[in-house]
């Protein structure tokens, strides 16, 4: 097939390319479990379960409304410090676990001031000498400092870590965790680094998760060069990228299409003396299929199998995608069969991937075909299938079979993707089949599968483009 | 190609999908069939295509052409028939562009 516009490539890629991503990072999380992530909500039920269970438990009946609901609206000091006191002096048997008084402050925290929700901590700990704070009392104040996005310093940061300090919580790993995901939440990078880099100096390196959670967190949002001078800093504290971190940085300049520095950390990789994994060897194919070299798939799975390396479904599936991709349509169908061998069942992403190829072949009804395959093998379709096929039908003339499935569609809810309308509203038009082109058009914004704008546009574009045929003689 | 442009329409010419979506001040024939003072192209286009839906104007024989009625003639240069394909430059004849 000769030209194959940008859309098809990429409506096309979405399924197998994400599906592989999202694959990608899960099995990288799975490797690496996030401490933040799994203290948080641990943290925040254990906040909320005290304070049902005093709720039940207190007899009297203003404690019983008073204890759960103690949730602050005015950022206004002395109002919540007068709140506290009425909350402590009427309840009887106030609770001792810490975790109720954070619950307080973290409510008090997300409406106030930093300055305020000091003050507010100290007077909690003076009025209530049964409360003792702990370390997750501190985290409260750290995130607080960290979350104000246009904050110019790392002043406020520093206070509650010396805050820390003298009430005899040094910073520790789970802090510069706290701060560093806070920090990069919301837009502040380069504090960050900053931090890192200063309790690095002081003896409390980030550990792994935290350090990878930067560089990934550095490569999606600033340039390259910025993310390896990172590295490079972070190296001077003995801190050195691991096999996950070059996986990510890895997949990111593949994503940017950016080859040669992908080959750079390829050869750095095994400088390093690292043996690339089964996640490695699917982001270089991944990368392959990105920067239009797709023919090249075959010879990383190649190398896989030299490495002893054990191929996964997401290896196959890329592997299939890549093949189809750059029309070795055989040599892609001969690894569905290799894939049942390994125990790996075809999904809706290798049926697509192939349908794609075929569709690029011009083969759209032995596409449509492989779709009743597919569905007789229990796989259902999903939206990239249908699109990849739409698409496919349209472009190679086949308009009332596009038809016939956009019906299908239409019947199960199934969103149009931009390129596969685009394509649509054209062959409609060109046969003049104006009104169903409006039908289309409204089924779009109905379902909400692109925003209205463009939706109108193509259909006014794909218009004016008929009326001038028109005038030339072109159309009907 | 007609994707790209349109990509390109929407993020490097802001101002195009500016001119859909922007409220503007209607001229006196189109207030009163859209009932209100301010439109964007968009909602105009979308008011006047269900209009036809809802009043069943298209053609029985060829539902690519409107019968306009007496209300659509006088939106749509007072033509009676009207083709589909031409929907949307009659409409947007009402919006001219604002002079810089």
């Given at each position: 097939m000769g030209k194959i516009p940008p859309a098809f490539r990429r409506a096309a890629a979405q399924s197998p390319v994400s599906a592989l991503l999202k694959a990608n990072t899960s099995a990288v999380q799975e490797q690496i479990p996030l401490p933040i992530s799994d203290l948080q909500p641990q943290k925040r039920t254990s906040q909320k379960k005290p304070i049902r269970k005093n709720g039940s438990a207190t007899t009297n009946s203003t404690a019983k409304t008073s204890v759960p609901s103690i949730v602050f609206e005015s950022p206004n000091l002395s109002d919540a410090k007068s709140l506290f006191n009425s909350l402590v002096s009427s309840t009887k048997n106030a609770p001792s676990d810490p975790s109720f008084y954070n619950s307080i402050l973290q409510s008090f925290s997300?409406?106030?001031?930093l300055q305020d929700s000091i003050f507010f901590l100290n007077h909690m700990i003076k009025k209530h000498p049964p409360f003792c704070p702990n370390r997750f009392t501190y985290h409260i104040l750290?995130?607080?400092?960290?979350?104000?996005?246009?904050?110019?310093?790392?002043?406020?940061?520093?206070?509650?870590?010396?805050?820390?300090?003298?009430s005899g919580f040094p910073p520790n790993q789970v802090s510069t965790d706290v701060a560093v995901r806070t920090l990069c939440g919301c837009g502040r990078e380069e504090h960050a680094i900053e931090l890192v880099k200063e309790l690095s100096s002081k003896n409390s390196p980030p550990d792994t998760y935290t350090y990878n959670f930067l560089v990934r967190h550095l490569v999606k949002n600033r340039s390259i060069?910025?993310?390896?001078?990172?590295?490079?800093?972070?190296?001077?504290?003995g801190i050195k990228?691991?096999?996950?971190?070059?996986?990510?940085?890895?997949?990111?300049?593949?994503?940017?299409?950016n080859l040669r520095e992908a080959m750079r950390l390829l050869g750095v990789l095994s400088e390093e003396g690292y043996k690339p994994d089964c996640y490695v060897y699917n982001t270089i194919m991944k990368g392959y299929c990105m920067l239009n070299q797709s023919g090249d798939v075959?010879?990383?799975?190649?190398?896989?199998?030299d490495e002893g390396v054990e191929p996964d479904r997401y290896t196959?599936?890329?592997?299939?995608?890549?093949?189809?991709?750059?029309?070795?349509?055989?040599?892609?169908?001969?690894?569905l069969g290799v894939m049942a061998e390994k125990g790996y069942i075809p999904d809706a992403v290798t049926y697509t991937s192939l349908m794609n190829g075929m569709c690029r072949e011009g083969d759209a009804l032995g596409a449509l075909a492989l779709l009743d395959e597919m569905e007789a093998k229990g796989c259902t379709a999903n939206s990239c299938t249908y699109n990849t096929l739409l698409l496919g039908l349209c472009k190679a003339r086949l308009l009332d079979k596009g038809i016939e499935l956009y019906q299908v569609m239409k019947k199960g809810d199934i969103k149009l993707e931009t390129g596969s309308y685009g394509t649509f509203l054209r062959a409609l038009c060109r046969k003049g089949r104006v009104v169903e082109a409006y039908e289309v058009f409204d089924y779009a914004v109905e379902s909400k599968s692109l925003p209205d704008v463009?939706?109108?546009s193509t259909l006014e574009s794909t218009l004016k483009w008929l009326q001038r045929a028109r005038e030339q003689g072109l159309a009907v | 190609m007609l994707q790209q442009r349109l990509k390109k329409a929407v993020t490097?010419?802001?101002?195009k999908v500016a001119d859909l979506i922007d409220l503007v001040n209607l001229p006196t024939v189109l207030r009163d069939f859209m009932g209100q003072s301010q439109s964007s192209r968009l909602n105009c286009f979308r008011r006047v295509w269900s209009y036809i839906k809802e009043n069943n104007l298209q053609d029985p024989v060829n539902k690519n052409v409107v019968n306009c009625d007496q209300k659509l003639k006088s939106i749509l240069l007072g033509k009676s028939k009207v083709d589909l394909a031409e929907l949307p430059m009659l409409v947007k004849l009402h919006f001219p562009k604002q002079p810089k």
């Open positions: 997300s409406v106030s001031s750290l995130t607080q400092s960290c979350s104000l996005p246009d904050e110019q310093s790392l002043s406020d940061v520093h206070r509650v870590l010396n805050l820390m300090t003298t060069s910025n993310v390896n001078c990172f590295i490079k800093d972070m190296r001077d504290f990228p691991d096999l996950v971190t070059y996986t990510i940085m890895i997949d990111n300049v593949c994503n940017s299409k075959l010879g990383v799975y190649k190398k896989m199998l196959y599936n890329t592997l299939i995608f890549g093949l189809s991709k750059s029309g070795r349509l055989r040599e892609a169908k001969k690894f463009a939706a109108y | 490097d010419n802001p101002k």
